[in-house]
Nanobody, 114 residues
Framework: VQLQASGGGLVRAGGSLRLACAAS????????AVWYRQAPGKQRESVAL???????HYADSVKGRFTISRDNAKNMVYLQMNSLKPEDTAVYYC?????????WGQGTLVTVSS
């Protein structure tokens, strides 16, 4: 299984970006999908997740600004990021959390300028 995140870029504070994660197979349909991020010099943190039943959970730091969604038919997971802040600057990764472990994709860099 391969995961590929895309959609990162440079945006001004207050702006929006939509990240996408494409899976090579239908791994997302029956597993939890997670967006993580890692800022320079900081530990990786979970930003948002969506279960196979479409329940969602967000880190307090992004609640109300980010929205995670999935399209099982397209094997895609998305992260809509609004009202971006400079502290959202990080490499964002998508992952599929399965019973046999997590599958990770390459990250996509999000840079938010003040």
């Amino acid at each position: 299984v391969q995961l590929q995140a895309s959609g990162g870029g440079l945006v001004r504070a207050g702006g929006s970006l939509r990240l996408a994660c494409a899976a090579s197979g239908s791994i997302f349909s029956s597993n939890t999908a997670v967006w993580y991020r890692q800022a320079p010099g900081k530990q990786r943190e979970s930003v948002a997740l969506i279960t196979s039943g479409r329940s969602t959970h967000y880190a307090d730091s992004v609640k109300g600004r980010f929205t995670i969604s999935r399209d099982n038919a397209k094997n895609m997971v998305y992260l809509q990021m609004n009202s971006l802040k400079p502290e959202d600057t990080a490499v964002y990764y998508c992952a599929a959390r399965t019973l046999s472990g997590d599958y990770w994709g390459q990250g996509t860099l999000v840079t938010v300028s003040s």
